[in-house]
């Protein structure tokens, strides 16, 4: 009797151990990240303690700390991420937001050249400088602001950032500085990028319309070729950013001058645009810093695109029960998700089975990844895919938990004939389709589609994909089929 009571003991103390073999003696705060994932304690004051925990105990914890004794965020990140892993169902925390981030600066590079001055006339709704009023009160008080008037050249604002948010006639009160009748793009870029510090964030605002001085004669392709070159030139230069497109509309009241043609007045709408630039890892926090919210997802924001961006770690779960399964299947999470002992239909022998993934982290819009052909899908049995956003009439008491931080659906449905097959999902790093939507290859009139394109916009943007493309995919699944 006595050695079948302490049996239980003896397995805990066992138990005790392997777990703190298997974290490197990191037992404990292995228990404390388990227990704030499983209670959904994620806040900020649960990491911090996290850390407090690591700082009082530096020989234990020496490997998550940095040469100067303090903690190294990323090396906590992975290991959260690999405890979250192990949990069934697997869990995420992305703890980006807690773990040392810098307070950022912006830079504000506003464009004043004779096509942009209509953009913000009295009579107008105002969209141009609302935008760039939004920048800049989406970054917290205090914040180090500057604010440059470009065109021929990089000149400072004369007057306080609180002056240019109250300004009703920007246009008006900055007449004078450099020269309208062009703007130096291959300038412009080089010192945006050669001024830039760490955690800085610079914002071009302009309408992306190349016209550089001396091009009397010079055919439409060759001006092109030359935007694109002068794009992916200025680009490759500058290892390691990122760059944000966005596209707003814009009331537009006044005289507009195209390529090599007689200027014409135009009242109606246009397109603006507004490219963030910072480094990587500063706009990977302006996505996830909620000091920053809303700087990547503003009012009023048409189209975006970011490039530079890496292929990226989705969360997903796959939904043993949902509506659209068909067939039978067991799910086993490990190194990859795999479905196992799957039975297809029987009548049609088709297995179907469903994921709900978060692909917030993306910044992506909801028209780019709900298209299924923006996906790429490879399996030994042809399966293919569909995909809906996740909304409040699809969460049930049932799948509340495994739809919990999800924003999408995958359904993905294939003939069960192989033994064995690998899915693999990836949604592939290409400009989006509303970039060659949006681009015109002539200006002279203000008819057909001159409301919503801009002259060369393919060119340009085109150029800076070819110097700052990513992975080729921006993220990718597999999922291992077994019979």
């Known amino acids: 009797m006595k050695n079948i009571r302490q049996l239980p003991i003896l397995l805990l103390c066992c138990t005790a151990l392997a777990g703190l073999l298997s974290c490197g003696g990191h037992g404990q705060l292995e228990k404390a990240v388990r227990m704030a994932l499983v209670e959904g304690d994620t806040t900020r004051a649960t990491y911090d303690s996290l850390c407090s925990m690591i700082t009082a105990n530096p020989d234990r914890y020496a490997d998550m700390l940095t040469a100067e004794g303090k903690v190294d965020h990323k090396k906590l990140a992975q290991f959260i991420q690999d405890v979250g892993s192990r949990l069934r169902p697997p869990m995420l925390w992305d703890t980006r937001p807690y773990g040392g981030l810098m307070d950022l600066s912006l830079t504000i590079y506003f464009e004043r050249s004779g096509s942009m001055v209509p953009y913000d006339q009295r009579s107008g709704g105002g969209q141009l400088k609302k935008a760039v009023n939004d920048v800049i009160n989406h970054f917290p008080a205090g914040s180090k602001v500057d604010i440059n008037i470009v065109n021929d050249g990089i000149y400072p604002y004369r007057h306080s950032v609180d002056e240019f948010l109250q300004d009703r006639d920007i246009y008006q009160s900055t007449a004078g500085m450099g020269d309208a009748a062009y703007t130096d793009f291959q300038l412009i870029f080089n010192k945006i990028l050669e001024a830039q510090q760490p955690g800085n964030v610079s914002v071009l605002v302009s309408d992306l319309i190349y016209s550089p001085k001396d091009t009397h004669g010079v055919s439409l392709d060759k001006i092109f070729n030359e935007e694109n070159s002068l794009a992916t030139r200025v680009f490759a230069r500058y290892k390691g950013k990122s760059v944000v497109v966005q596209q707003f509309m814009g009331d537009y009241s006044g005289m507009y001058y195209p390529y090599n043609n007689e200027p014409f007045s135009y009242t109606g709408k246009?397109?603006?645009y507004l490219v963030i630039i910072a480094d990587t890892d500063v706009m990977d926090q302006l996505a996830t810093d909620k000091r920053y919210s809303g700087v990547l997802d503003p009012q009023g924001m048409r189209?975006?695109?970011?490039?530079?961006?890496?292929?990226?770690?989705?969360?997903?779960?796959?939904?043993?029960?949902?509506?659209?399964?068909?067939?039978?299947?067991?799910?086993?999470?490990?190194d990859k998700i795999v479905l196992d002992k799957c039975q297809g239909d029987r009548e049609t022998g088709k297995l179907c089975f469903s994921m709900a993934v978060d692909l917030s982290s993306l910044m992506k819009d909801n028209a780019m990844l709900t298209d299924a052909a923006n996906y790429d899908v490879q399996s030994l049995d042809g399966y293919t895919l569909t995909i809906q956003p996740i909304d409040a009439s699809m969460v049930t008491a049932h799948n509340k938990e495994d739809l919990a931080g999800m924003t999408h659906i995958l359904t993905l449905l294939g003939d069960l004939k192989s033994h064995s097959d690998d899915v693999h999902i990836s949604l592939r790093n290409e400009l989006p389709a509303w970039v060659s939507q949006s681009s015109a290859t002539s200006d002279t009139s203000s008819g057909a589609s001159f409301a919503t394109t801009t002259l060369g916009l393919e060119q340009l943007l085109g150029g800076m994909f070819d110097a700052m493309k990513g992975g080729s995919s921006f993220f990718e699944v597999t999922v291992s089929v077994q019979q």
């Open 270 to 272: 246009r397109p603006f």
């Open 303 to 334: 189209n975006s695109y970011r490039f530079n961006q890496a292929t990226s770690q989705v969360n997903c779960r796959v939904l043993a029960e949902w509506k659209d399964n068909v067939g039978r299947f067991r799910v086993k999470y490990g």
